[in-house]
């Protein structure tokens, strides 16, 4: 691989870095604004994303929990790319205390990319592979909880990722709806790098460039990818699931914005929304949109129209 690719690479990855669940990276107090600047691509190996994931957010994995006739339906919580579970840490207690069955794992731990191997990060393997990760995780709670289906809420590739499950992996019989928080549906464009690309975003030096620095996942959901043509050839939903896409005006990961929002096939219902119609002053940026207070009540409000909350706190 030349170096100019490598750099091209690199490059994009620093870019986005600052908003795709990065390692060490710490919201600023009182902003919705990640920590982390593009130099800390160069972290010595070790530093990693702290909490690491080792431990599940207060109020998720209760294996003894049985789902409530107000709240049928187990709640899985799939981080994205380069975070872990510990990334609910915000969402999952008041899920909880809504009265809900809360669930979260870690996937796609893959050590062989350079960000792959610092503690902490998940969702850096082959997507597929990770479907087939999340397909068992699933049936495990629905074992636990003697429920029939759960609910998915997938950030960014855990959304795409859920869609891969849903598709590919058996999911579309045990689940109800998925909720996509700035799912990288469409792709990202690797804050416009990618873009630049004379051959396309897709192209293999690039995306090899990629992998090695950042993961395979990171190259799956470049725009224009083989994995994304597959997973999008037969339309964006599957018939029997209910889908709510949670989109930021200030998403740069999930790029352009309203590229993370689904069209409704057959069978299947979706509901557009924008963080910022129910709070225009809402400025969580793409890796910290779960610990966002309007996309927690659009998350409850999907999980439960009749949920009565706060908005734009």
């Known amino acids: 691989m030349s170096m100019r690719w490598r750099l091209t690479a690199a490059g994009a990855v620093a870019g986005i870095l600052t908003s795709i669940c990065v390692p060490g990276a710490q919201a600023e107090p009182g902003s919705g604004r990640s920590g982390t600047a593009a130099s800390d691509i160069a972290a010595p190996p ?140 469409h792709g990202s464009t690797m804050r416009g790098v990618a873009g630049r690309i004379p051959s396309g975003s897709a192209s293999s030096a690039f995306s090899a460039g990629l992998t090695e620095i950042a993961g395979i ?22 018939p029997g699931i209910s889908y709510t896409v949670i989109a930021s005006t200030l998403d740069d990961a999930s790029t352009p914005p309203d590229a993370t929002f689904l069209q409704a096939g057959p069978g299947a219902t979706v509901d557009n929304v924008w963080v910022q119609d129910f709070c225009p002053t809402d400025t969580f940026e793409h890796g910290v949109l779960p610990k966002s207070p309007t996309v927690a009540y659009l998350i409850k409000k999907a999980l439960d129209p009749a949920y009565l909350g706060t908005a734009c706190p």
């Open 46 to 185: 070790g530093v990693g994303k702290d909490p690491d994931g080792s431990v599940p957010p207060e109020g998720s994995d209760d294996w003894s929990c049985l789902p409530t006739a107000a709240h049928p339906r187990p709640v899985v919580l799939v981080h994205g790319t380069w975070g872990n579970q510990n990334d609910w840490n915000v969402l999952a207690p008041q899920l909880k205390t809504e009265g809900y069955c809360v669930f979260s794992l870690n996937y796609g731990r893959d050590t062989s990319s350079v960000l792959g191997a610092l503690p902490g990060m998940y969702g850096v393997g082959d997507i597929r592979a990770s479907a087939a990760e999340l397909a068992a995780f699933v049936d495990r709670v629905r074992a636990a909880t003697h429920s029939a289906k759960v609910d998915l809420v997938g950030h960014s590739q855990g959304a795409l990722m859920s869609r891969q499950y849903l598709r590919f992996a058996g999911g579309a019989d045990k689940v109800g709806q998925l909720v996509s928080l700035a799912g990288t549906n």
């Open 217 to 238: 996942a990171a190259a799956q959901q470049l725009v224009g990818s083989d994995f994304l043509r597959d997973i999008n050839a037969a339309g964006d939903t599957d």
